[in-house]
Nanobody, 121 residues
């Protein structure tokens, strides 16, 4: 059974950076597509980025090149480096995994518990 656990969220100021970590267990993340999905209060879940099983990488237009997704498969981990954070990035961020990336409608099979990112102005 695939399990993923997020860490690295917190409270930062506009323009700051954060790195979110997604640690996998029970299955090699190298054999899955792993994405980051966020949900702000009162809004639907939004796919932010994904690294596909074939190595392709996808980003949502909304992050405007400020985020970078990367993988560290020896550590069975996937990271989301977030730079130049804005208040509108405030949300609960989830790591999720499946056979393919879900960028239009995040319907991943496995989800973590999420980590809160709050960006103050």
């Amino acid at each position: 059974q695939v399990q993923v656990v997020e860490s690295g969220g917190g409270l930062v100021k506009t323009g700051d950076s954060l790195r979110l970590d997604c640690a996998g267990s029970g299955f090699s993340l190298e054999r899955l597509s792993v994405g980051w999905v966020r949900q702000a209060p009162g809004r639907e879940r939004e796919a932010v980025a994904c690294v596909a099983v074939d190595g392709a990488i996808y980003y949502a237009d909304s992050i405007e090149g400020r985020f970078t997704i990367s993988s560290d498969y020896p550590r069975n981990s996937v990271y989301l480096q977030m730079d130049n954070l804005k208040p509108e990035d405030t949300a609960f961020y989830y790591c999720a995994a499946d056979a393919a990336c879900w960028m239009w409608s995040p319907l991943y099979n496995a989800w973590g518990q999420g980590t809160q990112v709050t960006v103050s102005s």
